[in-house]
Nanobody, 123 residues
Framework: QVQLVESGGGLVQAGGSLRLSCAAS????????MGWYRQTPGKQRELVAV?????????VYADSVKGRFTILRDNAKNTVSLQMNTLKPEDTAVYYC???????????????WGQGAQVTVSS
């Protein structure tokens, strides 16, 4: 079994910064993609940022957060973080981390999710 535990989030004024962190633990052989989605009530979950594994650490960002958010990962610690700067009210959402995890060298990758962290940006 694999668990992802998120930390960070909270309430901030527009223009401020927050940092989200997510740590994966459990039966982990390796992790390829890690990243963050967000969701607001009545809307589909939206990809915010993803970072690849395998030592390449290629990043992809949603257009709405490019230049403001930065995703980083620490492969030794199985963690991924999201530094959010210049926050806007429209960034308000519940943010979920995910990781595609393989539990053995011969298995397939499966997606696991964090519990979600509320980010609220006031205007």
């Amino acid at each position: 079994q694999v668990q992802l535990v998120e930390s960070g989030g909270g309430l901030v004024q527009a223009g401020g910064s927050l940092r989200l962190s997510c740590a994966a633990s459990g039966s982990i052989f390796d992790i390829n993609n890690m990243g963050w989605y967000r969701q607001t009530p009545g809307k589909q979950r939206e990809l915010v940022a993803v970072i690849s594994g395998g030592g390449t650490s290629t990043t992809v960002y949603a257009d709405s957060v490019k230049g403001r958010f930065t995703i980083l990962r620490d492969n030794a610690k199985n963690t991924v973080s999201l530094q959010m700067n210049t926050l806007k009210p429209e960034d308000t959402a519940v943010y979920y981390c995910f990781a595609n995890v393989r539990s053995s060298g011969y298995g397939s990758y499966y997606p696991y999710w964090g519990q979600g962290a509320q980010v609220t940006v006031s205007s």
